[in-house]
Each structure stands twice: as C-alpha cells, then as structure tokens.
C-alpha cells in the first residue's frame, strides 16, 4: 500500500480547477504547467481532474521511493505498471462512517453482498473488484506518457521519457506498411499498456427499467431518469442545465455538450415535461431559488445546494437496492441510444447528432444486439428446437424414398 501523502486539489478558480500538492503541501510545478497546457487545448475541468488523479498515484509511488519527478526512469515505470497490476486498490472511508465515528469495513459490500469482481445477477455486469482494472491502468499508461511527452517538449523531464512507445511502433506509423486485402490489426500504442476488452454498452431492459423508475421516490428523481434515457444526454451535461434551458414548448432540453463547449438543444419525450413540472412545483413551493440562469437541479433539503454528479449517483444507488442492480448513470445514456439506434425509422446520422459522436462508426455499436436480445434469442431457439418433431429415420438401402412417401401420405 502506498502512503496517502500529497492530495489533488479542487481550487474553484476557473484558471486553475486543480493543483497536484506534494506532502508539504506545495504545488507539484510541472503538473501545473501541464495543466495549464490542458486547459489551453479547451480540455474540460473534469479532464484536468481525471488526469490528475492519475499522476497524483505516480507521484506517490515516487514519492513512496524518493525519486524525483524529472528523473524518473523506465525501471520506475515498469515498477509502477508492475505494481498496478498485483496492488489492491485503496479503501477510502465513507462520509457517514466519519460522521458516526465507527471503524469502516475492509471492503464495502456491493449492492447484492457479492464477491468483488463477480457478475451482478440482475445486470450481468461485474462488480468492482479488488485490484486495479485493465482499463484504469491503460488510462493511466496513456497519461503519464502524454505528461512525459510534453516535459520532453519543454526541457523540463528526463532525457528519455519513462512510458515508451510500443517497440512496433519505434521509428514509423502505424500500419506503415499494411496490406490492403487484409483487415487491421490492433496496435498497441504504450509498451506497458494493457490489452482492453472491448464489450458491448450495458442498456437497461424496458422491464427493470419500469421497475427502477417506480423504485425512485421524488419528482425531481424521477424527472431527472426520464431526461436522461429520452435525450440521450450525458449526466454531467443535463445536471449543468439551467432552468432556462427546458422548452416544454418545443420538447427541447438544452445541454452544453462536454467535448465541444456548445449549446445543443436535445427533444426529449413529452412524459419528461410532465415530471420536470411536478418536480418544479414542489421545489418551488419548498423555498428553492428561481431564476433563469439558476442550476435547474437542486437539493431537496437545506441548506439548499445544486445538485451534482456524486448526489445524483447516490440516489440511483439507492433506488437499487430493493432491486439488487448495479446499472450506472452512463448506463442510462446507453439504454437512449439503443432505443434510438434500433428504431428502423430513425436514421443513425439522427443518433449521432443527439449523443454529439465525431465517428459514425462510435454510435455503430449500438446497432448490433444487446446481451438480453442474444440470450433471449438464443432461448427461443432452443425451445423451437424442443417442440420440432423428430425427422423421419433415413429408408433402408433398396428402398426408393419418392415411393415411401406416396405409400404413407407424406408431403413431398
């Protein structure tokens, strides 16, 4: 276990959302300097925040071995690769262990009380596990060597950087000398980057999607579940609204997209409306702020405070626990696009637009069925298979067949 030394701050100064602190509480300056340039590319906070986490379990494992920043080497890196791998992921205690002042478990249960890393029964989706995923250490492969590719750039880091490229991809491009008759292969592009499954998105099925909205308690919960799986809309990106941006009007909900920094106005379905109304009265009459360029989502108790994506997760997780699910609020915006995606009628470039892909070829995967399409299916298949009769045994050598099936009746 490494020592929890040094921490990630959140400023709330929009020039610097986040600054990595060492274990004096000085601010780590080449990650400030990164960030700046992140924030200069027009990368979100929630980016900064992501790749801060990742170098703040760099800089701990250097920290751990008094190693400096600057001068770390491929040894260093192929240590801490090492170490994600066989290390169990740190146990951070709940808010409401410290408020009651008892010791918090080992690991926290799941939902249904399962082994960690096991498939949840309901959704088939495994649980946390453990040790570190594969697509947590990719991640965090891709950026420390994007850290260490610009402190090359600046002078500023070691003379080579500690991530290196895959020994394939040293000295050329990708599929440099590829054969046009054969399909691609994938390309590794870190040398200690772990291989990802790629599985198919998670979507609620219309059944315990029934289930799980009658499950919620609120208007504003409700309003908020109806929002997402009918615009198709990220969560961060319909908790930022303002109580401007719903037209009940026109059945549109405006978001500011995540990648692009736009306004794009999303139809939603008119059951949507119906709830955000009732959630808008009740908050209103309780004594929530209005204005139009107020959060559109807030609190339900005082102090009064807008609602973000940690609370917004929390209610989901208690709406399932009578269920025993684990779907997640991602799983949601999964649940729109195949809805949207499996309409014959709606034309995928249409989805496109809604869920603000750049490729095409990112909203293809939801063409292609879900897990409970491919089993239920598959069931189907081997009850027809079940009640089909036995065919007739093949006639004895000597025997014309044509003649058999005149002699009984058969159909020919």
Request: hydrophobic share 40%; glycine share 6%; proline share 10%.
């Amino acid at each position: 276990m490494l020592p929890e030394t040094g921490c990630l701050e959140e400023t709330g100064n929009p020039y610097e959302p986040y600054r990595l602190l060492d274990p004096a509480g000085a601010v780590v300056i080449p990650v400030a300097v990164w960030f700046s340039e992140l924030q200069a590319q027009g990368k979100p906070s929630s980016t900064v925040r992501s790749y801060g986490k990742d170098l703040l379990r760099w800089f701990r494992f250097l920290w751990a071995f008094g190693v400096p920043c600057e001068r770390a080497s491929r040894v260093d890196a192929r240590d801490f690769v090492r170490w994600m791998q066989m290390a169990d992921k740190p146990v951070r205690m709940h808010w409401c262990y410290k408020a009651r002042g008892v010791t918090a478990p080992s690991r926290p249960p799941g939902l249904t009380g399962l082994e960690p890393g096991s498939p949840n029964p309901v959704t088939g989706k495994p649980t946390p596990g453990l040790k570190y995923a594969a697509s947590t250490r990719a991640h965090a492969e891709t950026v420390l060597r994007s850290f260490y590719d610009f402190q090359l750039e600046e002078g500023m880091g070691p003379l080579l950087n500690p991530f290196p490229l895959d020994r394939a991809r040293r000295g050329g491009r990708a599929h440099a000398h590829h054969d046009p008759r054969e399909p691609f292969a994938a390309v590794r592009q870190g040398r200690y980057r772990p291989r990802v499954v790629q599985r198919i998105p998670r979507r609620i099925p219309d059944a315990l999607f029934d289930a799980l909205f009658a499950a919620l308690k609120y208007d504003r919960d409700r309003a908020l579940l109806s929002s997402w799986v009918s615009t198709g809309a990220r969560a961060e990106e319909l908790l930022s609204s303002r109580q401007r941006d719903p037209d009940p009007g026109q059945q549109l909900i405006t978001v500011v997209r995540k990648g692009s920094r736009k306004q794009q106005a999303l139809p939603a379905a008119p059951d949507t409306f119906v709830w955000l109304r009732l959630y808008q009265e009740g908050a209103w009459g309780s004594g929530i702020p209005r204005g139009a360029s107020l959060p559109l989502w807030w609190t339900l108790r005082r102090p009064w405070r807008p609602l973000n994506y940690h609370a917004a997760r929390a209610m989901l997780i208690r709406a399932q626990v009578l269920l025993g699910s684990n779907w997640t609020l991602h799983d949601l915006r999964h649940t729109a696009a195949y809805r949207m995606a499996r309409d014959p009628e709606l034309p995928l470039t249409h989805v496109q637009w809604v869920l603000d892909h750049a490729h095409l070829s990112t909203t293809q995967i939801y063409v292609t069925a879900g897990l409970e399409e491919i089993v239920e299916e598959l069931l189907a298949y081997h009850a027809r298979r079940a009640t089909q009769p036995a065919p007739p045994p093949p006639p004895a050598a000597g025997y014309d067949p044509a003649s058999l099936d005149v002699l009984f009746g058969r159909p020919r």
